[in-house]
Structures are given as structure tokens and as C-alpha cells.
């Protein structure tokens, strides 16, 4: 408390004598997010696989903010920027403290971090009263059964010296498709070390709709003797909700559209023999091995379900004791045997055939997997 009482001194004495005070925000903003892997059955894994996506920020404005606070005659000059760090590679971790430059998303979850330099300067001679670096993370979930999300910041003052340790934060946000509620009130992060904030972004998506939203959370940092910086703001990945997954009218949820869905068969689990059939028909060219550059889309249209199944597997085709006729592409793709005119088939055990079927469903639906939605299918051991 006696710090900080002698920095309102100082910048009560600079702002007396007339000298101006700039409050300046600049850093660089470094992320990553969690992968969650979402198990569809004992058939088979459903793996939203994790993916990254840049982070975005502004070029530093310390300069031009000054010289327009001089030409103005003005005595508080105020510039709150910034900047994006070169990518680095994401492959090497799923933490969300260690990945740099990047959204890591899963199919219901992103996180990212961001760090950033508070500078308080005398708006006339551009010196250095004060700075303060800082650290946010940001986490943003949504859900099956919901169409809201939420995002959520946290702030950890990393060091801080001279004027800048009166810095108060506060903050608020904005959406696209959305209403939003929460706030990032003011804190006393120069002093305290720590400030928070929450948000609840609910989509406007229609009866049978998909719609995109974005949300984006700002904030701006205050000291005595200058007015609150411009805002800093840290863009959520899109996120995708929906009231349109075949078979559950009444659902709705929301998803992150850039995570790869990817479902997983065992070659050694209780349906090897589908398992063992799906990784001859990818290894001899058939797409959306997990991988590759090749995807599965899942096909709504009924009539063209029916169409690629009798293509691959027709009722004509004799069933041995016990089996039952496996195909690949599965039938309810845009990649089926009728749309993409050619396929694999096997006669395979029809127990393990229904159990893989039921399994593939289950996937759909726990990832929300939309008409025309990519994914790809690992064979594992």
C-alpha cells in the first residue's frame, strides 16, 4: 500500500509541473489449448484431435500515440497494442502453457495464452516511468445440449516497476451471432498480481439452423494521471452452433468447426475384423485414413444411404453363417460406394459389423458431426 501510495505522489507531481503521462500496452500474443480425447464406445475411440490456429494481434502504436498527443497539445497520450510472435511449432505438446502462437483446439475446448508489456511514459519526452509485463490465458468451452460458451481470462502480473504498479485493468466484450454477458471488472492487477474475468456468449442460431459466432473480450488498462489506454483483444477461435444433428431435433450445441474429428478402431478390440478391413481398403487407396490428406464427409440424405450401401453390399450378395457385409467408404459418407463409385467390401464377423456401426452413430452424435463435415478413421493396434 505505501508503493502504491508514492506512485499517485509521483504522477500527481509530473501531472502538476504539466508534464504528460502515456499509458502503453504493447506484447505479443503466444497460445495453445488442450486436446480432449471423447471415447464413442468399447468399439471405438472418437478423438477430437487437436489442431492450431494463429493468434492475431496489432502492430505496436508507442510512437504514433506520442506524436499525437504533442500535436494535440494533449497531456495524457494513450496506446495500448499487440503484436503477433512468429508460429512455433504445436506438435510437440498439448499444454496450454508451453505452446506458442497459436489456438490448440478440440472439438468442444481451446485455450490460448498471450503475454503483453504495460509501459507508463512522460508523453513529452517519451521516458520511462513505469512497466509491467503480464501474462493472459484464454479458455473457451462449449457443449452438447447448449448453445452458449463461455470464455474465460485470467490475468498473472509477471514483473513490474516504477508507476506501472498502480495499473488497473478492466475490460469488457463483444460477439458476432451472439448475446453476450459478463464483464472484466476493473482490478488492480500492477498491485495485486492477479485479475479475472468471465464471459457467456449464447448463439442466435434458428429451428434447424447452423450458424457461426465470434466473441471477442477487450481490455485497457488505467493510472493516475491518465486516461484509460485503448483496448487489447484476444479473438476466440470461431465457434460453430447448431440445431440441425440428424436424429435429435430438439438439441442444440456448439463446436469448434477446425478440430479434426477423428474415430478410432482397434486391430486387436472387440471389432478387429472391421478394423482389420478398414486398414486394407485405405492402404489401397480409398480416402480418410487418419494422416492422410483424404477425408470422410457424413452424409444426412436417406435415399443416398441406401444407394451406397446396395452399391457395396447388396441384399443379393450371399452372407455366410455368422457374417455380414462390412463396406468402405462407410455408406453414410459422400465417399460411399455409390457417390464415389468405388469401395471396398468384406464379409466379416456380423456381431462385431453391428457393434462398429453403432459405434460410428455414437461418434456422430457425441461430436456433433454435421452433414458434410469432415473426419477420418484411424486403425490403431
Not at 131 to 152: C, D, I, L, N, Q
Not at 300 to 318: F, G, M, Q, T, V
Not at 321 to 341: I, N, P, R, V
Request: net charge positive; hydrophobic share 35%.
Amino acid at each position: 500500500m505505501q508503493n502504491n501510495r508514492s506512485m499517485h505522489s509521483k504522477l500527481a507531481r509530473l501531472a502538476a509541473t504539466g508534464a504528460a503521462v502515456a499509458a502503453v500496452t504493447a506484447g505479443s500474443l503466444t497460445g495453445s489449448a488442450n486436446a480432449a480425447p471423447q471415447n464413442s464406445s468399447l468399439s471405438a475411440a472418437a478423438v477430437a484431435a487437436s489442431v492450431t490456429q494463429p493468434v492475431v494481434g496489432k502492430s505496436d502504436a508507442v510512437q504514433q500515440a506520442l506524436a499525437n498527443a504533442r500535436a494535440n497539445g494533449d497531456r495524457v497520450a494513450v496506446v495500448n497494442s499487440l503484436d503477433s510472435a512468429s508460429p512455433q511449432a504445436a506438435t510437440a505438446t498439448t499444454s496450454c502453457s508451453t505452446v506458442r502462437s497459436a489456438w490448440l483446439i478440440s472439438r468442444f475446448h481451446a485455450c490460448a495464452n498471450a503475454t503483453g508489456t504495460f509501459r507508463v511514459l512522460d508523453a513529452r519526452s517519451g521516458r520511462e516511468l513505469g512497466r509491467m509485463t503480464y501474462t493472459v490465458h484464454g479458455e473457451v468451452t462449449s457443449r452438447t445440449g447448449s448453445k452458449a460458451f463461455g470464455y474465460g481470462l485470467r490475468f498473472t502480473r509477471n514483473s513490474v516497476s516504477g508507476a506501472a504498479a498502480a495499473a488497473v485493468i478492466s475490460g469488457g466484450a463483444s460477439a458476432t451471432n451472439a448475446t453476450t454477458k459478463g464483464s472484466l471488472p476493473s482490478q488492480s492487477l500492477g498491485a495485486s498480481g492477479r485479475a479475472a474475468g468471465n464471459f457467456t456468449f449464447t448463439s442466435k442460431v434458428g429451428s434447424g439452423k447452423i450458424l457461426a459466432s465470434g466473441a471477442t473480450p477487450r481490455w485497457s488498462f488505467t493510472v493516475p494521471g491518465a486516461t484509460p489506454s485503448s483496448s487489447a483483444s484476444f479473438p476466440a477461435p470461431v465457434v460453430r452452433c447448431d440445431n440441425a444433428l440428424k436424429g435429435y431435433p430438439r438439441s442444440y450445441g456448439c463446436v469448434f468447426p477446425q478440430a479434426k474429428n477423428v474415430l478410432q478402431y482397434s486391430l486387436s478390440g472387440p471389432v478387429k475384423e472391421v478394423a482389420k478391413h478398414i486398414k486394407d481398403a485405405q492402404t489401397s487407396g480409398l480416402p480418410g485414413a487418419y494422416g492422410s490428406r483424404t477425408v470422410l464427409q457424413r452424409l444426412y440424405d436417406e435415399s443416398k444411404i441406401r444407394a451406397n450401401r446396395r452399391k457395396s453390399c447388396p441384399e443379393s450378395l450371399p452372407r455366410p453363417a455368422g457374417k455380414s457385409c462390412d463396406e468402405y467408404a462407410f455408406a453414410s459418407t459422400y465417399q460411399g460406394g455409390s457417390l464415389l463409385g468405388k469401395y471396398s467390401r468384406r464379409m466379416v464377423n456380423a456381431t462385431q459389423n453391428t457393434d462398429a456401426g453403432r459405434a460410428l452413430n455414437t461418434f456422430y452424435t457425441v461430436n456433433r458431426i454435421l452433414n458434410k463435415d469432415p473426419f477420418q478413421v484411424a486403425i490403431v493396434r
